[in-house]
């Protein structure tokens, strides 16, 4: 399995090579990143924060990642018929002057849409583009053909990027993982999708781009369990032929993005991958319904931050309101993905208006943080994350117990239980657990008692692969977050 930096191949289309680019970062190779790197020790802790925007742009995908240092790479830049609009309006808002690496997963039109518009901008009227990178498959399209114009106009370096290569981004690693050479099905566009896999300290990203089954066979074989990252962003915008059981499961993520148009003409993202991404418990992130995603990376732990507050149960993501493509409006914590809280980051350019605190940050393996408030009696007994059997089905086999280890009872009006994905419940009004005794909390429906609890959940809520209960008392101040692996 070949995991070297191996040097990038100069693009050749249309009988012209591309090789003189603007003065400014120059891309290089770099050793592969991550747990799996070197010798195979741990990563070393990180410093500073790496932030991966999803911009809202309708049924399209941009991705804009700002290093700790302020290195930045736009992947992908929107539809052909809006020529950029929204991209271009994102990066000024947030004081992006240069693109130091402009990458195209593929060249169909939603990808490439704002390509033209982006390098004419900024050659002409901010600080210039880096360098392209792009896969090496042309496409029948004017959209494509300007593209190619752009980059030969303002004399762009453009590489081909394969499989092995590495784009070099200071403190964080940028492993290329596709396309493969040679290429797969025929040379087919979305099968040999440009794949990112971005590593900052603990954490890492997955860009798929459009890769379907074909290329994720092929990652799967060819990587297993490398693969790994806290965050996936679902491949071909939600579409059934992508993010595939097999392919879920060897990523593993934590959460999962998905870019695409409420109205999407396509269904997407599908009722198939939605079911498949519920059975694994991910909470899922929609543009379409959480407006632009800002994920932020202390290396530790990731912020998850939205512009809207929406379901993320997989199940109900159709729930939430639409917002318009392009549309304003600062982010908000919503959840973290673990680790402690994580500071800085610009959270989209904004101020911050995160909920976070000081007091009680997730904790690993099992440990518990407790605030001051007087009913910190309260303990986490039990967790049973794995119900028997499919845990769709068995929802009430998935279950937390609570214990009241003090000499009072501890009235629970208004506490509630979340996770890591931002799932809440809330004790009813009147409910007070006695000294010494235990509440179970199971995730399904049924008549609620002294000692049992019904939630209400149409799917399950702990994540198997790892989660943190986190109680909260009536005031909203967090009271213990005990976490599991």
Known sequence: MKRTGGAFRILLLAGIIFLAGCAGAVPGDQAPTGPDAGDGTAAEAANGTVEVHFINVGQSVSTLVVGPEGATMLVDTGHYNDDGEYVLEYLRRHDITRIDHLVTSHNDADHIGGNAAIIEHYETEADGIGAVYDPGI??????YAEYLDAVEEHDVTLYETREGDAISFGAVGVDVLGPPEPYLEGEARNENSVVLRLTHGETSFLLSGDAEDDQEAYLIDAYGSELESTVLKAGHHGSSSSSSGQFLDAVGPRAVVVSSAYDSQYGHPTEEVLRRF?????????????GTVVLVSDGNGVSVRTQRDAPTDPLAVRDGEPIEPGAGGEVVERARLGGDPVD????GGGDDDSDADDDGGDTDGGDETASTDPAAALEVAAINADAEGDDGENLNDEYVVFENAG???????GWTVADEAAHS????????LDAGATVTLRTGSGADTDAELYWGAGSPVWNNAGDTVILSNAAGERVLAVSYE
Not at 344 to 347: A, D, E, M, V
């Open 138 to 143: 042309a496409a029948s399209t004017q959209t």
């Open 278 to 290: 519920a059975d694994r418990s991910l909470p899922t992130y929609w543009t379409a319904t959480h």
């Open 344 to 347: 800085g980051g610009s959270g």
């Open 407 to 413: 000499d009072e009872p501890i009235d629970l009006s």
């Open 425 to 432: 419940y809330a004790f009813p009004e009147g409910y007070t």
